[in-house]
């Protein structure tokens, strides 16, 4: 098959030839016919993920059809229409049977663990615990910007955020991530403040829902701005970049009781974030992770 390679982090990557995947025991081979592209890539062939080796096929939000089915499989067969959140889990630690695979103790990441989607074929492991059949009328373009970008906005929002009509969220960051963060929160009747550095995702930002923006880079306090637009503070504020800065300018910027949300990566420099810690304690705010969205929780066909 034909796949996207890298042979050394942050070298170009290849068009090249090389062999068919097999399906795991457990697992399936899945015809790749749409792959997105995620900051996460970049982070990954920069040699941000200590999980990747090189060679390596990147990819990690995709959609397709099941080629072939390992030993195993009890629920899918050749021909199914399928996708698959970023992150999968194995089906049988303690995290897989409380229903967070999204935290799975050995969980697996197509792009990262193994050989993504930037491919003709990629194998899918724990199939059964993993696969999300698609409807026959959604596209295959449409399903692949659903399984990251879009499926770990919405656990972000709705589960880890509790996010509630009337409430303010401010969203750090309109990327891929961020958009899709503004378009569900407005969906769910917030008042959303867009936050970036750019004035056309600003835009993009409004035209998608959001009631007011605020531009990092012409304002001289992030959060105090954010405070005044709110009326005293965002109930939940989320960071969609990643970055020791927009972090803490997220917890900063909540009201008493206010929920900040961590999806963007933190690596490197960025790994270690200061925390307005005072504020957090005297205003009993919560800080919360959000690792994608587990398979259970995407509505079925």
């Not at 409004?206 to 306090?221: D, F, Q, T």
């Amino acid at each position: 098959m034909k796949a996207v390679l890298y042979r050394a982090f942050g070298v170009r990557p290849e068009i090249e030839q090389i062999e068919d995947p097999l399906p795991v025991k457990g697992g399936v081979v899945v015809k790749v016919m749409a792959s997105g592209v995620c900051r996460s890539d970049w982070h990954g062939w920069q040699g941000h993920d200590p999980d990747i080796e090189l060679p390596h096929v990147p990819g990690h939000e995709l959609a397709g059809v099941i080629e072939t089915v390992g030993e195993g499989v009890a629920n899918w067969t050749v021909g199914d229409r399928v996708t698959v959140p970023f992150v999968g889990g194995c089906g049988a630690c303690p995290q897989c049977d409380s229903g967070n695979q999204q935290v799975c103790d050995h969980q697996f990441q197509p792009g990262f663990t193994h050989w993504g989607s930037f491919a003709e074929y990629v194998s899918i492991h724990y199939a059964d615990v993993n696969l999300v059949r698609l409807p026959d009328e959604m596209e295959y373009s449409t399903a692949a910007s659903l399984g990251c970008r879009f499926a770990t906005s919405f656990r972000a929002i709705v589960d880890q955020g509790r996010v509630a009509a009337d409430q303010w969220v401010a969203v750090h960051g309109c990327g891929g991530v961020g958009l899709s963060a503004v378009m569900i929160a407005h969906a769910l009747g917030a008042n959303v403040i867009a936050v970036d550095i750019e004035d056309d995702q600003l835009t993009l930002a409004r035209s998608l829902g959001a009631v007011a923006s605020v531009n990092a880079k012409s304002v001289v306090n992030v959060a105090e701005t954010i405070r005044d637009l709110s009326g005293g503070g965002a109930h939940v504020s989320m960071d969609a970049i990643g970055s020791a800065e927009v972090s803490f300018n997220s917890i900063d910027c909540l009201r008493k009781r206010g929920r900040h949300i961590q999806v963007g990566l933190l690596v490197n420099d960025n790994g270690q974030v200061k925390i307005p810690m005072a504020r957090v304690l005297a205003n009993e705010l919560e800080i919360l992770g959000s690792h994608g969205m587990q398979a259970q929780g995407w509505p079925g066909p």
